[in-house]
C-alpha cells in the first residue's frame, strides 16, 4: 500500500532531473537542486520545509511533493500550516490517481498535526484542488508604465537594508498584517529564509541584467518603510512593501520613492502584487489590475472552527509574493 515519506537522495534526483524543464525557472540543473540544498541548510528550512515522496511497497516514486510549515493566523486563529508546493507526478506513473492520492494523505497528516489550515499557490487553475476542498483566494497581479513624475516625498531617501534594520522591518510587516483575515506570520528565522530563497536563487541565475534589491525608506531619517524589489531588464518587480503601523499612505510614499529611484536606473515598466488598500493611493499612475492566472493562493479549512468567510470581501485576504511557496 502506497505511503507518505521523506525522499532519499536518489529519489530527489530523478525527480529533479524530470522537473527541471518545467520549473527551473533558467537555472541549470545543478543549480535549481542546489537552490532547494541551499534552503534546506537554513534554520527555518531545516525545521519547516521536507520534500516529500509517495512511494509503493515496491519504493517506486508514485508523486511527490514539497511541505512547508509557516505559522498562519485565521480570523484570530494562529497555529502551523501545511503549504503544498511542486506537487509532480513522473511520466511513467500519471493518469492513475497518484497525486490525488497523494494529497488526501497530506491533508490527513496535516489533521494529525492539528494544524488549523492547509494552503497552496496553483498554477495549474482552481478546479483541480477545489475538489479537495481548497478555496480560491484574491489573486490579482499589477501592471503599469512608470509616470514620468512618481511624486517621490520631500524629505524621503532610500537606503539598503542591514541587518539592524530587520526589528523595524519584521515590525512594519506584522502591523500590515494584523487587519487581515489571514496572514502568514513570519520570525525573524522565517524572514533569514524567504532572504536566502532570493538571494540564492539570483546568485545561481547568474544574470548580472536583474538584480534583488532590500531598501528601507527614511523620512527625515526616520524609518518609514521596507521595499523589496527585483530590477533590470528595463523592469521595476515590486515583490512586497511594508510601513509602520500598516499605513496604505505611507506605503505609497515609500513605492512613489523607489519609483523615482527606479526611473534614474533606466528601469520604465512595473509589476507587482499590490496590497489592495495601497492603490487608490497611487490612481495618477495608471495602474492596470489584472486577474493571477499563475501562482492563485488557495486554502482550505482543516477544523470546524476555522472560519474562512470574508476572504474577499471588505478587508480581504491578500497574500504578498514572498509568501508564496
Not at 530527489?12 to 520549473?23: G, K, M, N, Q, V
Not at 541551499?38 to 511541505?67: E, I, M, N, P, Q
Not at 484542488?129 to 517621490?152: I, K
Request: glycine share 8%; hydrophobic share 40%; aromatic share 10%.
Amino acid at each position: 500500500m502506497p505511503f507518505l515519506t521523506l525522499g532519499r537522495s536518489d529519489q530527489l534526483d530523478a525527480i529533479y532531473r524530470e522537473s527541471h524543464a518545467l520549473w527551473g525557472s533558467g537555472l541549470t540543473l545543478e543549480d535549481y537542486t542546489g537552490l532547494w540544498h541551499d534552503l534546506k541548510r537554513t534554520k527555518w528550512g531545516r525545521r519547516h520545509a521536507g520534500f516529500y515522496v509517495w512511494v509503493d511497497d515496491r519504493g517506486r516514486v508514485l508523486s511527490s511533493v514539497k511541505l512547508y510549515h509557516p505559522r498562519v493566523r485565521v480570523a484570530g486563529q494562529t497555529s502551523r500550516a501545511t503549504v503544498i508546493g511542486a506537487l509532480f507526478t513522473p511520466a511513467a506513473m500519471r493518469r492513475r490517481g497518484h497525486a490525488s492520492d497523494l494529497v488526501r494523505a497530506v491533508l490527513s497528516r496535516a489533521r494529525e498535526r492539528d494544524e488549523h489550515v492547509a494552503m497552496l499557490f496553483s498554477d495549474i487553475g482552481t478546479d483541480y484542488y477545489a475538489t479537495f476542498g481548497f478555496r480560491a483566494l484574491p489573486a490579482e497581479e499589477d501592471r503599469a508604465a512608470l509616470p514620468a513624475e512618481p511624486g517621490a516625498p520631500p524629505g524621503w531617501s532610500l537606503r539598503s537594508m542591514s541587518e539592524e534594520d530587520m526589528r523595524a522591518v519584521r515590525a512594519a510587516h506584522h502591523d500590515s498584517c494584523l487587519p487581515r483575515p489571514l496572514a502568514v506570520v513570519r520570525d525573524a528565522d522565517h524572514w533569514e529564509f524567504l532572504e536566502a530563497r532570493t538571494a540564492r536563487f539570483f546568485e545561481r541565475l547568474r544574470d548580472t541584467r536583474v538584480r534583488p534589491r532590500r531598501r528601507i525608506a527614511l523620512d527625515h531619517g526616520r524609518f518609514a518603510g521596507y521595499l523589496l524589489t527585483i530590477e533590470g531588464r528595463r523592469e521595476w518587480n515590486v515583490r512586497e512593501v511594508g510601513a509602520p503601523g500598516g499605513d496604505p499612505e505611507a506605503m505609497a510614499a515609500v513605492l512613489r520613492l523607489g519609483a523615482a529611484q527606479a526611473l534614474r536606473d533606466g528601469l520604465r515598466g512595473f509589476h507587482g502584487w499590490l496590497p489592495p488598500e495601497v492603490k487608490p493611493h497611487l490612481r495618477d499612475w495608471g495602474i492596470r489590475t489584472l486577474p493571477r492566472r499563475r501562482a492563485v493562493p488557495m486554502v482550505l479549512a482543516l477544523r470546524d472552527s476555522v472560519e474562512l468567510s470574508g476572504m474577499n470581501g471588505p478587508g480581504r485576504a491578500y497574500v504578498p509574493f514572498q509568501d508564496q511557496f
